[in-house]
């Protein structure tokens, strides 16, 4: 597993006709996380003693990444339908399209997996099949009688034009969501906010199911779990 933390992340780049590229993550001068991306557009006609043949590579950065951790290959493990047991890999969870990598040991080449369930760090994440069959991942942030899921998801957004903001060194920055919901017995999930009265909502139950602590309107993750390990005290 060592040869993974090794390799350069090839990210694969949408098929264009007559183009293809690369694009690779890494750490700038200031430690940011940023994704440098080159793309060959083959021009018309033979490529041979062409004076042109560097018109068609182009390059764009953009800040930050479509991959849910840095580095973007990390130990990891997965679970598929009806298995008993975890399977140990190298994992890598693109939030921008929803795919899970997994790159196991003597593997020339990652595998796109659509697991169960899966870890990468000390991260557990869940899934559930919409209408389509297609797998959606939530990251388990508490599970006793109520879990508390978060689901991520990755948007990139092109530079503004604005002048003397963050992005203008970039060509585009990706943009991280995180959606919240709760999980009673099973049922449907519902989606919930950080905040004590999104919260009473939700759960449906009187204030006094809630810590006295919990006073303030606005929750931090943390606050938000502790309240439903409260609230599971009385089921």
Not at 107 to 127: C, G, K, L, Q
Not at 143 to 164: D, F, H, I, M, W
Request: proline share 6%; charged share 20%; with cysteine.
């Amino acid at each position: 597993m060592n040869r993974l933390r090794l390799l350069v992340v090839l990210l694969a780049m949408p098929p264009l006709v007559g183009s293809y590229g690369q694009c690779v993550v890494s750490l700038d001068e200031q430690h940011r996380v940023i994704t440098v991306c080159q793309t060959y557009t083959e021009p018309n006609g033979l490529l041979i003693n062409r004076t042109d043949r560097q018109q068609g590579l182009s390059r764009t950065v953009y800040l930050g990444s479509e991959y849910i951790t840095y580095p973007v290959w990390q130990q990891g493990s997965i679970k598929e339908a009806g298995a008993p047991n975890y399977i140990s890999c190298g994992l890598a969870y693109n939030l921008l399209t929803n795919q899970v990598f997994c790159q196991f040991p003597g593997d020339s080449v990652p595998h796109v997996v659509s697991p169960e369930a899966f870890t990468i760090n000390d991260m557990h994440f869940v899934s559930r099949l919409n209408k389509k069959a297609d797998r959606s991942y939530y990251r388990v942030l508490y599970a006793g009688k109520t879990r508390l899921l978060a689901q991520y998801k990755c948007t990139l957004r092109p530079v503004s034009n604005e002048p003397y903001v963050l992005e203008e060194s970039f060509d585009g920055t990706y943009r991280r969501q995180i959606s919240f919901y709760i999980q009673q017995d099973n049922a449907s999930l519902k989606p919930v906010k950080l905040s004590r009265k999104s919260l009473l909502g939700v759960l449906n139950v009187p204030s006094t199911r809630l810590p006295d602590s919990l006073s303030k309107n606005k929750l931090t993750i943390a606050e938000l779990v502790n309240a439903l390990a409260y609230y599971d005290g009385f089921r």
